[in-house]
Protein backbone atom coordinates (compact mmCIF):
# COMPACT_ATOMS: atom_id res chain seq x y z
CA UNK A 1 0.00 0.00 0.00
CA UNK A 2 1.63 3.20 -1.07
CA UNK A 3 1.43 5.77 1.22
CA UNK A 4 0.16 9.26 0.67
CA UNK A 5 2.43 12.21 1.13
CA UNK A 6 0.80 15.36 2.20
CA UNK A 7 1.53 18.63 1.33
CA UNK A 8 2.11 21.15 4.56
CA UNK A 9 -1.51 22.68 3.31
CA UNK A 10 -2.52 19.41 3.92
CA UNK A 11 -1.46 18.52 7.17
CA UNK A 12 -2.58 22.06 8.24
CA UNK A 13 -6.18 21.86 6.66
CA UNK A 14 -6.23 18.57 9.18
CA UNK A 15 -4.85 19.52 11.92
CA UNK A 16 -7.19 22.87 11.50
CA UNK A 17 -10.01 20.16 11.01
CA UNK A 18 -9.25 17.88 14.33
CA UNK A 19 -8.77 21.07 16.51
CA UNK A 20 -11.96 22.49 15.88
CA UNK A 21 -14.28 19.30 16.04
CA UNK A 22 -12.87 17.95 19.29
CA UNK A 23 -12.00 21.13 21.32
CA UNK A 24 -15.90 22.89 21.33
CA UNK A 25 -16.05 26.72 22.90
CA UNK A 26 -14.57 26.67 25.95
CA UNK A 27 -14.00 28.70 29.24
CA UNK A 28 -10.63 29.49 30.28
CA UNK A 29 -9.12 32.01 32.76
CA UNK A 30 -5.65 33.01 33.06
CA UNK A 31 -3.24 36.19 33.34
CA UNK A 32 -2.81 38.78 30.51
CA UNK A 33 1.09 39.30 28.80
CA UNK A 34 1.89 41.06 25.18
CA UNK A 35 -1.47 42.79 24.86
CA UNK A 36 -1.17 44.91 21.76
CA UNK A 37 -4.38 46.21 19.53
CA UNK A 38 -3.74 46.92 15.99
CA UNK A 39 -4.49 49.91 13.93
CA UNK A 40 -7.55 48.60 12.76
CA UNK A 41 -8.89 47.34 16.21
CA UNK A 42 -8.27 43.63 16.63
CA UNK A 43 -6.92 42.79 20.16
CA UNK A 44 -4.27 40.24 20.64
CA UNK A 45 -2.46 39.37 23.58
CA UNK A 46 -1.42 35.59 25.43
CA UNK A 47 -3.33 34.28 28.78
CA UNK A 48 -0.28 32.27 30.39
CA UNK A 49 -0.18 29.78 33.57
CA UNK A 50 2.80 28.69 35.29
CA UNK A 51 4.08 26.08 32.00
CA UNK A 52 1.86 27.05 29.52
CA UNK A 53 0.76 30.05 27.28
CA UNK A 54 -2.24 30.88 24.51
CA UNK A 55 -2.32 33.16 22.11
CA UNK A 56 -5.45 34.90 21.91
CA UNK A 57 -6.95 37.03 19.23
CA UNK A 58 -10.09 39.68 19.63
CA UNK A 59 -11.43 40.48 16.46
CA UNK A 60 -12.99 44.24 16.14
CA UNK A 61 -16.49 43.02 16.03
CA UNK A 62 -16.28 41.48 19.26
CA UNK A 63 -13.55 44.01 20.87
CA UNK A 64 -15.98 46.85 20.92
CA UNK A 65 -18.36 44.92 22.71
CA UNK A 66 -15.48 44.26 26.37
CA UNK A 67 -16.70 46.44 28.97
CA UNK A 68 -13.37 47.49 30.16
CA UNK A 69 -9.98 47.90 29.33
CA UNK A 70 -7.84 44.86 29.25
CA UNK A 71 -4.32 44.97 30.41
CA UNK A 72 -0.91 43.40 30.91
CA UNK A 73 -1.32 41.28 33.94
CA UNK A 74 -5.14 41.02 34.28
CA UNK A 75 -6.75 37.64 35.10
CA UNK A 76 -9.52 36.99 32.34
CA UNK A 77 -11.63 34.59 31.83
CA UNK A 78 -12.32 34.29 27.97
CA UNK A 79 -14.69 32.13 25.63
CA UNK A 80 -14.04 31.05 22.17
CA UNK A 81 -12.99 28.27 19.90
CA UNK A 82 -9.29 26.98 19.51
CA UNK A 83 -8.52 27.25 16.12
CA UNK A 84 -5.27 27.46 14.07
CA UNK A 85 -3.21 30.17 12.46
CA UNK A 86 -1.23 27.98 9.60
CA UNK A 87 0.96 30.92 8.91
CA UNK A 88 2.98 29.96 11.80
CA UNK A 89 2.56 26.34 12.76
CA UNK A 90 0.36 28.11 15.73
CA UNK A 91 -3.28 27.39 17.35
CA UNK A 92 -4.69 30.30 19.00
CA UNK A 93 -8.44 31.07 20.79
CA UNK A 94 -10.68 33.02 18.79
CA UNK A 95 -12.42 35.40 21.80
CA UNK A 96 -15.84 35.83 21.69
CA UNK A 97 -16.55 37.05 25.28
CA UNK A 98 -14.37 37.88 28.21
CA UNK A 99 -14.83 38.37 32.15
CA UNK A 100 -12.61 39.34 34.20
CA UNK A 101 -11.65 36.77 37.11
CA UNK A 102 -12.02 38.88 40.66
CA UNK A 103 -11.60 42.10 41.73
CA UNK A 104 -8.08 43.12 40.89
CA UNK A 105 -8.42 42.39 37.64
CA UNK A 106 -11.46 44.91 37.25
CA UNK A 107 -9.44 47.45 39.66
CA UNK A 108 -6.36 47.12 37.33
CA UNK A 109 -9.38 48.11 34.17
CA UNK A 110 -10.73 50.76 35.81
CA UNK A 111 -7.00 52.17 36.74
CA UNK A 112 -5.74 51.83 33.12
CA UNK A 113 -9.24 53.43 31.76
CA UNK A 114 -9.36 55.72 34.09
CA UNK A 115 -5.62 57.18 33.57
CA UNK A 116 -6.43 56.85 29.70
CA UNK A 117 -9.47 58.81 30.01
CA UNK A 118 -7.92 61.41 32.54
CA UNK A 119 -4.92 61.80 29.98
CA UNK A 120 -7.38 62.71 27.03
CA UNK A 121 -8.73 65.74 29.56
CA UNK A 122 -11.97 64.16 30.06
CA UNK A 123 -11.80 64.45 34.13
CA UNK A 124 -10.54 68.46 33.90
CA UNK A 125 -11.78 70.95 36.40
CA UNK A 126 -12.01 73.07 33.21
CA UNK A 127 -14.21 70.61 31.42
CA UNK A 128 -17.34 70.57 34.45
CA UNK A 129 -19.91 72.65 33.62
CA UNK A 130 -22.09 75.14 36.87
CA UNK A 131 -25.27 72.99 38.17
CA UNK A 132 -27.78 75.31 38.31
CA UNK A 133 -28.37 76.82 41.96
CA UNK A 134 -32.50 77.22 41.83
CA UNK A 135 -33.06 74.51 38.89
CA UNK A 136 -37.35 73.48 38.57
CA UNK A 137 -36.70 70.83 36.26
CA UNK A 138 -34.56 67.90 36.38
CA UNK A 139 -34.11 64.77 34.18
CA UNK A 140 -33.33 61.87 36.57
CA UNK A 141 -31.70 58.54 35.12
CA UNK A 142 -32.31 55.19 36.94
CA UNK A 143 -33.83 51.91 37.33
CA UNK A 144 -37.66 52.68 38.15
CA UNK A 145 -37.83 49.79 40.73
CA UNK A 146 -34.65 50.88 42.51
CA UNK A 147 -33.92 52.25 46.24
CA UNK A 148 -32.11 55.32 44.74
CA UNK A 149 -34.95 56.28 42.88
CA UNK A 150 -37.28 56.23 46.20
CA UNK A 151 -33.83 58.21 48.06
CA UNK A 152 -33.78 60.77 45.58
CA UNK A 153 -37.89 61.61 45.42
CA UNK A 154 -38.70 61.41 48.96
CA UNK A 155 -35.46 64.05 49.89
CA UNK A 156 -36.56 66.32 46.54
CA UNK A 157 -40.25 66.35 47.62
CA UNK A 158 -39.04 67.28 51.14
CA UNK A 159 -37.03 69.83 49.82
CA UNK A 160 -39.54 71.53 47.23
CA UNK A 161 -41.91 69.88 46.03
CA UNK A 162 -42.57 72.27 43.19
CA UNK A 163 -39.59 71.00 41.05
CA UNK A 164 -40.63 68.73 38.15
CA UNK A 165 -38.40 65.13 37.92
CA UNK A 166 -38.37 63.57 34.36
CA UNK A 167 -37.29 60.09 34.79
CA UNK A 168 -35.52 58.07 32.10
CA UNK A 169 -36.03 54.50 33.48
CA UNK A 170 -32.50 52.74 32.93
CA UNK A 171 -30.70 49.51 33.57
CA UNK A 172 -28.00 49.96 36.15
CA UNK A 173 -26.51 46.71 36.22
CA UNK A 174 -25.23 43.88 33.45
CA UNK A 175 -24.61 44.09 29.83
CA UNK A 176 -26.97 46.46 28.57
CA UNK A 177 -26.82 49.04 31.30
CA UNK A 178 -24.54 51.64 30.00
CA UNK A 179 -26.74 51.26 26.67
CA UNK A 180 -29.83 52.44 27.80
CA UNK A 181 -27.80 55.01 30.59
CA UNK A 182 -26.05 56.47 27.18
CA UNK A 183 -29.76 56.46 25.59
CA UNK A 184 -31.27 58.59 28.67
CA UNK A 185 -28.67 61.22 28.46
CA UNK A 186 -28.78 61.24 24.79
CA UNK A 187 -32.85 62.08 25.00
CA UNK A 188 -32.65 64.48 27.66
CA UNK A 189 -30.08 66.50 25.54
CA UNK A 190 -32.44 66.20 22.63
CA UNK A 191 -35.36 67.37 24.50
CA UNK A 192 -33.33 70.12 26.41
CA UNK A 193 -36.40 69.65 28.82
CA UNK A 194 -34.88 70.11 31.82
CA UNK A 195 -31.97 72.26 34.17
CA UNK A 196 -29.12 69.21 34.48
CA UNK A 197 -29.14 65.42 34.31
CA UNK A 198 -29.00 62.77 37.85
CA UNK A 199 -27.80 59.86 36.98
CA UNK A 200 -27.68 57.62 40.24
CA UNK A 201 -27.83 54.03 41.69
CA UNK A 202 -27.60 52.41 45.26
CA UNK A 203 -24.16 51.33 46.40
CA UNK A 204 -23.00 47.48 44.89
CA UNK A 205 -19.72 45.87 44.21
CA UNK A 206 -17.56 46.96 41.99
CA UNK A 207 -18.59 44.52 39.33
CA UNK A 208 -22.45 45.61 39.81
CA UNK A 209 -21.03 49.13 39.64
CA UNK A 210 -19.19 47.97 36.35
CA UNK A 211 -22.08 49.76 33.99
CA UNK A 212 -20.19 52.99 34.97
CA UNK A 213 -16.74 52.77 34.71
CA UNK A 214 -17.74 51.73 30.77
CA UNK A 215 -15.64 53.61 28.38
CA UNK A 216 -18.68 54.59 26.07
CA UNK A 217 -20.83 55.80 29.28
CA UNK A 218 -18.61 57.96 30.54
CA UNK A 219 -17.66 59.67 27.32
CA UNK A 220 -21.10 60.61 26.91
CA UNK A 221 -21.27 61.84 30.50
CA UNK A 222 -18.17 64.09 29.44
CA UNK A 223 -19.50 65.12 26.33
CA UNK A 224 -23.59 66.12 26.99
CA UNK A 225 -24.41 69.33 26.66
CA UNK A 226 -26.34 69.31 29.66
CA UNK A 227 -24.40 69.59 33.31
CA UNK A 228 -24.64 65.61 34.90
CA UNK A 229 -24.84 65.10 38.57
CA UNK A 230 -23.40 61.49 39.24
CA UNK A 231 -24.52 59.93 42.46
CA UNK A 232 -23.45 56.14 41.92
CA UNK A 233 -22.66 53.75 44.59
CA UNK A 234 -22.73 54.84 48.21
CA UNK A 235 -20.18 57.37 49.56
CA UNK A 236 -17.02 55.52 49.64
CA UNK A 237 -17.75 54.30 45.77
CA UNK A 238 -15.99 56.10 43.09
CA UNK A 239 -16.48 55.38 39.32
CA UNK A 240 -15.09 56.88 36.16
CA UNK A 241 -18.80 58.52 35.70
CA UNK A 242 -18.25 60.32 39.08
CA UNK A 243 -14.89 61.85 37.21
CA UNK A 244 -16.25 62.34 34.11
CA UNK A 245 -19.69 64.41 35.73
CA UNK A 246 -20.01 68.00 36.55
CA UNK A 247 -20.96 67.69 40.16
CA UNK A 248 -20.41 64.03 41.95
CA UNK A 249 -22.94 63.22 44.93
CA UNK A 250 -22.03 60.16 47.55
CA UNK A 251 -25.55 58.94 47.09
CA UNK A 252 -28.59 59.44 45.80
CA UNK A 253 -30.47 61.42 48.97
CA UNK A 254 -26.85 63.70 48.94
CA UNK A 255 -27.58 64.29 45.01
CA UNK A 256 -31.16 65.55 45.96
CA UNK A 257 -29.92 67.36 48.92
CA UNK A 258 -26.75 69.19 47.05
CA UNK A 259 -28.96 70.06 43.44
CA UNK A 260 -32.59 71.14 45.38
CA UNK A 261 -32.88 74.09 47.26
CA UNK A 262 -35.29 74.16 50.00
CA UNK A 263 -38.60 75.83 49.16
CA UNK A 264 -38.45 77.48 51.94
CA UNK A 265 -35.45 78.82 51.68
CA UNK A 266 -35.71 80.25 48.37
CA UNK A 267 -39.19 81.93 49.41
CA UNK A 268 -37.04 83.58 52.25
CA UNK A 269 -34.64 85.17 49.60
CA UNK A 270 -37.44 86.18 47.64
CA UNK A 271 -39.44 87.96 49.96
CA UNK A 272 -36.05 89.39 51.55
CA UNK A 273 -35.20 90.89 47.88
CA UNK A 274 -38.59 92.09 47.29
CA UNK A 275 -38.35 94.07 50.81
CA UNK A 276 -34.78 95.36 50.16
CA UNK A 277 -36.16 96.39 46.48
CA UNK A 278 -39.07 98.45 48.39
CA UNK A 279 -37.03 99.50 50.75
CA UNK A 280 -34.21 101.51 48.40
CA UNK A 281 -37.05 102.88 46.02
CA UNK A 282 -38.95 104.08 48.95
CA UNK A 283 -35.69 105.76 50.44
CA UNK A 284 -35.21 106.83 47.02
CA UNK A 285 -38.45 108.77 46.58
CA UNK A 286 -38.21 110.37 50.00
CA UNK A 287 -34.62 111.68 48.99
CA UNK A 288 -35.81 112.94 45.68
CA UNK A 289 -38.81 114.81 47.82
CA UNK A 290 -36.85 116.09 50.17
CA UNK A 291 -34.48 117.42 47.36
CA UNK A 292 -37.83 118.91 46.19
CA UNK A 293 -38.68 120.60 49.06
CA UNK A 294 -35.00 122.60 49.53
CA UNK A 295 -35.16 123.18 45.82
CA UNK A 296 -38.70 125.12 46.42
CA UNK A 297 -37.41 126.55 49.38
CA UNK A 298 -34.28 128.52 47.65
CA UNK A 299 -36.58 129.42 44.81
CA UNK A 300 -38.67 131.31 47.80
CA UNK A 301 -35.35 132.64 49.28
CA UNK A 302 -33.89 134.21 45.81
CA UNK A 303 -37.04 135.55 44.40
CA UNK A 304 -35.97 138.65 42.49
CA UNK A 305 -38.85 140.76 43.31
CA UNK A 306 -38.12 140.20 46.50
CA UNK A 307 -34.75 140.94 46.18
CA UNK A 308 -35.45 144.34 44.58
CA UNK A 309 -37.95 145.07 47.88
CA UNK A 310 -34.71 144.40 49.70
CA UNK A 311 -32.94 146.71 47.84
CA UNK A 312 -35.30 149.10 47.83
CA UNK A 313 -35.75 149.15 51.78
CA UNK A 314 -31.80 149.75 52.31
CA UNK A 315 -31.78 152.47 50.19
CA UNK A 316 -34.44 153.98 52.11
CA UNK A 317 -32.63 153.20 55.16
CA UNK A 318 -29.62 154.72 53.84
CA UNK A 319 -31.41 158.01 52.29
CA UNK A 320 -32.95 158.25 56.11
CA UNK A 321 -29.65 157.94 57.38
CA UNK A 322 -27.81 160.54 55.10
CA UNK A 323 -30.84 162.90 55.93
CA UNK A 324 -30.40 162.45 59.73
CA UNK A 325 -26.86 162.58 59.63
CA UNK A 326 -27.27 165.82 57.51
CA UNK A 327 -29.91 167.57 60.14
CA UNK A 328 -27.52 166.39 63.21
CA UNK A 329 -24.57 168.24 61.01
CA UNK A 330 -26.80 171.68 60.43
CA UNK A 331 -27.82 171.09 63.96
CA UNK A 332 -24.60 171.32 64.99
CA UNK A 333 -23.58 174.38 62.96
CA UNK A 334 -26.70 176.28 64.46
CA UNK A 335 -26.03 175.76 67.95
CA UNK A 336 -22.02 176.38 67.31
CA UNK A 337 -23.44 179.79 65.62
CA UNK A 338 -25.92 180.43 68.25
CA UNK A 339 -23.07 179.89 70.84
CA UNK A 340 -20.86 182.25 69.15
CA UNK A 341 -23.31 185.06 68.57
CA UNK A 342 -24.30 184.85 72.27
CA UNK A 343 -20.36 185.10 73.19
CA UNK A 344 -20.34 187.98 70.70
CA UNK A 345 -23.48 189.61 72.11
CA UNK A 346 -21.19 189.62 75.59
CA UNK A 347 -18.52 191.49 73.93
CA UNK A 348 -20.51 194.27 72.70
CA UNK A 349 -19.78 197.39 74.48
CA UNK A 350 -23.54 198.44 74.58
CA UNK A 351 -24.12 195.95 76.36
CA UNK A 352 -21.43 196.23 79.02
CA UNK A 353 -23.08 199.88 79.15
CA UNK A 354 -26.18 198.28 79.87
CA UNK A 355 -24.77 197.30 82.99
CA UNK A 356 -23.70 201.02 84.34
CA UNK A 357 -20.44 201.68 82.28
CA UNK A 358 -19.45 204.37 80.17
CA UNK A 359 -17.20 205.33 77.19
CA UNK A 360 -14.97 208.82 77.68
CA UNK A 361 -13.94 210.43 74.98
CA UNK A 362 -12.36 214.00 74.17
CA UNK A 363 -14.65 216.81 72.87
CA UNK A 364 -15.24 217.21 69.94
CA UNK A 365 -13.20 214.91 68.16
CA UNK A 366 -14.60 211.43 70.06
CA UNK A 367 -11.46 210.08 70.49
CA UNK A 368 -11.87 207.29 73.32
CA UNK A 369 -10.08 208.07 75.99
CA UNK A 370 -8.53 204.48 77.36
CA UNK A 371 -5.61 206.41 80.10
CA UNK A 372 -5.68 209.25 82.12
CA UNK A 373 -2.61 210.24 80.46
CA UNK A 374 -4.37 211.30 77.59
CA UNK A 375 -6.71 213.99 79.89
CA UNK A 376 -5.41 217.08 81.44
CA UNK A 377 -7.55 219.16 84.24
CA UNK A 378 -10.16 221.23 83.03
CA UNK A 379 -10.18 219.44 79.65
CA UNK A 380 -13.49 218.49 77.50
CA UNK A 381 -14.88 215.77 77.45
CA UNK A 382 -18.11 213.95 75.80
CA UNK A 383 -19.48 210.41 78.26
CA UNK A 384 -21.66 208.40 76.25
CA UNK A 385 -23.94 205.94 78.61
CA UNK A 386 -26.47 203.39 77.79
CA UNK A 387 -29.22 205.76 76.52
CA UNK A 388 -27.56 209.04 76.11
CA UNK A 389 -24.71 211.64 76.31
CA UNK A 390 -23.29 214.37 78.05
CA UNK A 391 -20.65 217.16 78.13
CA UNK A 392 -18.27 217.53 81.43
CA UNK A 393 -15.28 219.15 82.45
CA UNK A 394 -12.23 217.13 83.87
CA UNK A 395 -11.55 218.37 87.68
CA UNK A 396 -8.68 216.34 89.13
CA UNK A 397 -6.82 213.61 88.03
CA UNK A 398 -5.55 210.50 89.95
CA UNK A 399 -3.78 207.58 88.77
CA UNK A 400 -4.94 204.29 90.18
CA UNK A 401 -1.81 203.05 92.67
CA UNK A 402 -2.44 199.56 92.46
CA UNK A 403 -1.93 199.58 88.82
CA UNK A 404 1.24 200.94 89.06
CA UNK A 405 2.41 197.90 90.91
CA UNK B 1 -43.39 69.54 28.38
CA UNK B 2 -42.61 72.33 31.11
CA UNK B 3 -42.81 76.04 30.08
CA UNK B 4 -39.56 76.96 28.35
CA UNK B 5 -40.42 80.71 29.60
CA UNK B 6 -39.78 80.58 32.66
CA UNK B 7 -36.50 79.74 34.24
CA UNK B 8 -36.36 80.38 38.37
CA UNK B 9 -32.31 80.36 37.54
CA UNK B 10 -32.03 83.24 35.30
CA UNK B 11 -35.06 85.14 37.87
CA UNK B 12 -33.05 85.22 40.46
CA UNK B 13 -29.95 85.83 38.70
CA UNK B 14 -31.84 88.97 37.42
CA UNK B 15 -33.28 90.15 40.78
CA UNK B 16 -30.43 89.86 42.75
CA UNK B 17 -28.59 92.19 39.63
CA UNK B 18 -31.55 94.46 39.88
CA UNK B 19 -31.29 94.54 43.63
CA UNK B 20 -27.70 95.45 43.42
CA UNK B 21 -28.00 98.33 41.01
CA UNK B 22 -30.97 99.45 42.96
CA UNK B 23 -28.78 99.57 46.23
CA UNK B 24 -25.50 101.04 44.22
CA UNK B 25 -28.14 104.32 43.71
CA UNK B 26 -26.33 104.86 40.18
CA UNK B 27 -29.67 104.54 38.72
CA UNK B 28 -32.20 108.03 38.22
CA UNK B 29 -35.27 107.93 39.98
CA UNK B 30 -37.45 106.99 36.63
CA UNK B 31 -34.93 104.04 35.53
CA UNK B 32 -34.75 102.93 39.04
CA UNK B 33 -38.61 102.75 39.34
CA UNK B 34 -38.65 100.89 36.43
CA UNK B 35 -36.14 98.35 37.32
CA UNK B 36 -38.35 97.87 40.78
CA UNK B 37 -41.29 97.05 38.70
CA UNK B 38 -39.44 94.75 36.87
CA UNK B 39 -37.79 93.13 40.07
CA UNK B 40 -41.20 92.95 41.50
CA UNK B 41 -42.79 90.92 38.39
CA UNK B 42 -40.30 89.11 38.43
CA UNK B 43 -40.32 88.08 42.02
CA UNK B 44 -43.99 87.87 41.84
CA UNK B 45 -43.32 85.00 39.03
CA UNK B 46 -41.06 83.17 41.06
CA UNK B 47 -43.28 83.23 44.23
CA UNK B 48 -46.30 81.54 41.58
CA UNK B 49 -43.52 79.00 40.92
CA UNK B 50 -42.76 78.14 44.30
CA UNK B 51 -46.66 77.57 45.65
CA UNK B 52 -47.43 75.60 42.96
CA UNK B 53 -48.01 72.10 44.48
CA UNK B 54 -46.42 69.11 44.12
CA UNK B 55 -45.62 68.48 40.46
CA UNK B 56 -46.16 64.51 39.54
CA UNK B 57 -43.11 62.48 38.14
CA UNK B 58 -43.24 62.32 34.46
CA UNK B 59 -41.92 58.51 33.03
CA UNK B 60 -39.93 59.27 29.61
CA UNK B 61 -41.52 56.74 27.06
CA UNK B 62 -39.61 56.08 23.85
CA UNK B 63 -42.18 54.93 21.20
CA UNK B 64 -41.60 52.95 18.38
CA UNK B 65 -40.45 55.29 15.69
CA UNK B 66 -37.91 56.97 18.52
CA UNK B 67 -40.78 59.12 19.33
CA UNK B 68 -40.48 60.37 23.29
CA UNK B 69 -43.67 59.94 25.43
CA UNK B 70 -44.53 61.49 28.52
CA UNK B 71 -46.54 59.63 31.50
CA UNK B 72 -47.33 59.87 35.14
CA UNK B 73 -45.27 57.78 37.01
CA UNK B 74 -47.12 55.81 39.56
CA UNK B 75 -45.27 56.86 42.72
CA UNK B 76 -45.17 54.79 45.88
CA UNK B 77 -47.73 56.02 48.89
CA UNK B 78 -43.93 56.81 51.05
CA UNK B 79 -42.57 58.89 48.07
CA UNK B 80 -45.83 60.68 46.66
CA UNK B 81 -46.79 63.42 49.47
CA UNK B 82 -48.86 65.62 50.00
CA UNK B 83 -47.09 68.82 49.19
CA UNK B 84 -48.36 71.65 50.19
CA UNK B 85 -46.55 75.36 51.53
CA UNK B 86 -48.01 74.93 54.64
CA UNK B 87 -47.25 71.63 56.41
CA UNK B 88 -43.44 71.82 55.30
CA UNK B 89 -41.15 71.89 58.51
Given amino acids: MEEHIYTVSEIARDIKRVLEQFIAPVWIEGEVSNFTVNRIGHIYFSLKDQTAVLNCTIWRSHSLSIPFQIVNGMRLIVFGNVTTYAMQSQYQLNVQQVRAAGLGSLYLAFEALKKKLSAEGLFDQERKRPIAHYPTKIGLITSQIGAALRDFLQVSRRRNPAIAIYLFPALVQGNEAAATIIRGIQIFNQLQNVDFIVITRGGGSLEDLWTFNEEPLVREVAQSSLPIVSAVGHEVDFTLCDFAADLRAPTPSAAAEMTIPERAHLIYIINEIRQKMGQTITNKINNILKEIANITKRLFLNRPLELLHQRIQRVDELEMQILKSVRNRVQFIKTKLENFRKTLEVMNPRAIMERGFAIVYHWPDKKIIKSIMMLSVGEQVGVELNDGEFQAKTETIRPRKKLKE | ?89
Fill in chain 2, 1 to 89: MAKKSFSLENSLKRLEEILQILESGEKDIEESIKLFEEGMKLSTECQAHLQTLEKRVKLLVEKSGGEIGEQDFPESPETAQPGSLFNQE
